[in-house]
């Protein structure tokens, strides 16, 4: 899906959710926070609070999907109340009149989302001809655009070949693409196979920054299990640092990948830490803003965005714990 695909779709899905909202809301007995989240490195804290238990209660659940295209339309949809995101896509979804707020900020890439590439392109230039497999979501439009700037090319020197996570392997394995728009766990994987690196996010420092997003709407309905969902996961985060050896033992089922190559992975993101979020999120001097402001001005000028969206109230430090 093109990411004015995606646009338009949010615009359509959202406003019919709307509609039913009230219903639902009716319908439901208790209070429920449903996440959705795809595999990725910089998410795994949250899935190792579920792995620890800290996510007790029955009505905080997390939902594995296989993109953030598809957390995103489950987001608009009003099919989840929270999803995990990166902050392009987060723009996008403001751009598309979607009522959300930025409650957590998880980690900035570090070199974890990267361009994979077979052995003999060994720079990005060599990209001109190929094939570059690509997720059709705005951080990989994002990613993609990034190094065809850099290599000097247009987007129609290249054959963009849609291909979602989970596919990118086989994609690569079976020779349909010769490079491939990468991120961990799949990176690994990649390389795996013989990909190299040709480039990756330490060249656009601040371009991908992942964040926990929610309507507006549920943190009204359920500020309790928002806080208790984020509790779990800064003591998830805690558990990492401080017994990284038992902690990645417990997250490598989720992401396919062993205990080393997760370690590895994850020297590929910075985790934000609780000090981390409350000076992105909160006071006057909020960092989340112009972090969420270079991201949009990049967008603009790549066509990934239409219009500057509304970068007022975009973040709630609310839930964030005390301690």
């Not at 804290?45 to 296989?66: C, D, F, H, S």
């Not at 598809?70 to 608009?76: E, G, T, V």
């Not at 996570?165 to 196979?193: H, R």
């Amino acid at each position: 899906m093109h990411v004015m695909d995606l646009r338009r779709r949010l615009l359509l899905v959202s406003a019919a959710s709307l509609s039913l909202a009230g219903l639902s809301a009716c319908q439901r007995p208790e209070p429920l926070v449903r996440v959705a989240g795809m595999s990725w490195v910089g998410y795994a804290p949250l899935y190792l609070a579920r792995e620890l238990g800290y996510l007790k209660n029955a009505n905080v659940r997390l939902l594995e999907l296989t993109s953030s295209a598809a957390s995103l339309m489950a987001l608009a949809a009003g099919q989840v109340e929270a999803a995990a995101l990166t902050l392009d896509e987060f723009l996008v979804a403001r751009e598309g009149q979607l009522d959300l707020r930025v409650i957590m900020v998880f980690d900035e890439s570090a070199g974890a989302d990267v361009v994979m590439a077979r052995p003999s392109i060994t720079q990005p230039v060599l990209l001109r001809g190929r094939r570059v497999g690509v997720e059709d979501t705005a951080n990989g439009a994002l990613m993609l655009s990034r190094t065809l700037d850099v290599a000097g090319l247009r987007p129609e020197d290249v054959t963009k070949v849609p291909i979602s996570g989970p596919t990118q392997v086989s994609s690569y394995a079976s020779g349909q693409v010769d490079a491939v728009v990468s991120f961990e766990p799949y990176a690994t994987q990649l390389a795996k196979l013989g990909a190299v690196r040709l480039l990756d996010s330490r060249r656009f420092p601040g371009a991908i920054v992942d964040v926990l997003v929610a309507r507006s709407s549920a943190l009204t309905n359920s500020p309790g299990l928002f806080r208790q969902l984020l509790a779990g996961y800064f003591q998830a985060l805690t558990m990492l640092q401080t017994d990284p050896a038992q902690a990645t033992a417990l997250m490598t089922p989720t992401l396919g990948i062993n205990a080393q190559e997760l370690t590895q992975a994850l020297l590929g993101v910075h985790m934000m830490n609780l000090a981390d979020n409350r000076a992105l999120l909160g006071g006057a001097s909020a960092g989340l803003r112009p972090m969420a402001q270079s991201v949009a001005t990049l967008m603009l000028r790549s066509g990934l965005l239409r219009t500057n969206p509304g970068l007022d109230d975009i973040a709630d430090v609310r839930f964030l714990p005390s301690t």
